[in-house]
């Protein structure tokens, strides 16, 4: 078992989704729907005006698809960003990535001058971390920016050869013309079902009628996946089992290799108990330290663990590495992509890459 540091205490930022996840609504949360109900209002409101034209949107001239989620925070978008980069690839396609570049300096106070490419060397605080995972793990062009269409028009001025574009997260920036949506989801479900800021909805279920697929990264909740309806579903499953060194990611090690001694390990992503679940199937033993989202690390954040070693996710690690000089390891992923136990179709119905590909031919979501 994983045994949680007591100076970790958990500020309001983690409070928040503890409070969101619970099936019921936390008291706490009481006072804010008000504030929810005037969120609906205005997500439906802005969602009218694009479809009737009052607000413009923009369609690049080669496909985009969408992973994003209808929840606030990370729930597995980043790996099935690299799985679908990969699986295009492997179809002959030529894609490159756009993203917000969440926490990243370059892209907090505008939007065209915050458009920028993502190189494998950039730094995580300039261009986020996850653009700079997808750098480094993709091998396709990255181009960050607030705007997408204006992130995804310099990348292919940069890049003419790019036929396709993946939006990293934008599920909601409508100004973006799309040809498919993925919808992500993890194993917490829709928590509450609530909107911001009583819960962790952006937007309500419903709008999954309008996806292309669902994507499980976890066990799947009943009350979304029955607002899904005959959307396609798919179950992500994240692999790994090799660690990396922080300090030289050419060298690797097993869980084995680590056992015996001293762990710590940390996560700054959506769901950390995500990652600390993964840790303990792999037959490991370790302090467990929670951090929120995007979190910026200082070295004073990693202290705790010099008297051991240190445990990471490949999200936390671009952050990492430049602050932190003792023994520390992070995890890299993949997923692995499989139709839902029980979805229409059974085994023969098609395939995540083949209903993106049919959709590349069809019509474009608005």
Same mark, same amino acid.
């Given at each position: ?17 503890v ?32 479809r ?13 698809v ?41 892209t907090k106070?505008t ?11 950039s ?37 003419p ?15 973006? #013309?799309?040809?498919?949506? =993925?919808?992500? *989801?993890d194993? &917490?479900? +829709? @928590? ?5 800021? %009583?819960? $962790? ?8 009628a ?15 996946? #029955?607002?899904?309806?005959? =959307?396609?579903? *798919?179950?992500? &499953?994240? +692999? @790994? ?5 922080? %300090?030289? $990611? ?7 290799d680590l ?7 940390l ?20 302090? +467990? ?6 979190? %910026? ?15 990471m ?54």
């Open positions: 078992m994983a045994d949680s540091g007591e100076s970790a205490r958990p500020g309001l930022a983690q409070r928040l989704p409070w969101w996840y619970r099936r019921r609504l936390a008291a706490r949360l009481v006072p804010l729907l008000p504030l929810s109900w005037l969120f609906r209002l205005l997500t439906a409101l802005r969602r009218a005006l694009y009737r034209g009052l607000l413009a949107s923009v369609r690049l001239p080669v496909p985009v969408v992973v994003g989620n209808l929840t606030v925070g990370g729930a597995g978008k980043t790996p099935l960003v690299l799985w679908l980069v990969a699986r295009l690839r492997e179809q002959g396609r030529r894609p490159g990535i756009v993203s917000r570049g969440y926490g990243a300096e370059a106070h939007k065209e001058a915050g458009v920028r490419p993502v190189l494998p060397d730094a995580a605080a300039e261009v986020g971390d996850e653009p700079l995972l997808l750098a480094r793990r993709s091998g396709v062009p990255v181009f960050v920016g607030r705007d997408r269409v204006a992130a995804g028009r310099a990348l292919l001025a940069a890049h050869e790019c036929d396709v574009i993946v939006s990293d997260d934008g599920l909601q920036h409508y100004r973006l #013309q799309r040809t498919v949506e =993925l919808v992500v *989801f194993g &917490r479900g +829709a @928590g509450n079902a609530r909107l911001l800021p %009583a819960g $962790p909805l952006r937007e309500p279920l419903g709008r999954l309008e996806a292309s697929a669902l994507i499980w990264n976890g066990a799947p909740e009943a009350r979304v996946a #029955q607002a899904a309806g005959t =959307l396609p579903q *798919f179950s992500m &499953r994240l +692999a @790994g089992e090799r660690f990396a060194a922080l %300090a030289d $990611p050419q060298r690797s090690c097993a869980a084995a056992r015996g001694k001293r762990l710590y390990a996560a700054g992503i959506g769901d950390p108990s995500r990652f600390f679940r993964q840790l303990e199937a792999l037959g490991l033993i370790f302090e +467990a330290r929670p951090f929120p989202d995007h979190h %910026a690390y200082t070295g004073a954040d990693l202290a705790f663990a010099r008297d051991g070693v240190l445990l996710t490949e999200k936390d690690a671009v952050k990492c590495a430049a602050i932190y000089t003792g023994e520390s390891w992070f995890l890299p992923v993949a997923a692995e992509i499989l139709p839902c136990a029980g979805d229409l179709g059974g085994a023969e119905a098609p395939g995540l890459l083949d209903i993106i590909l049919e959709k590349f031919n069809g019509r474009t979501l608005a």
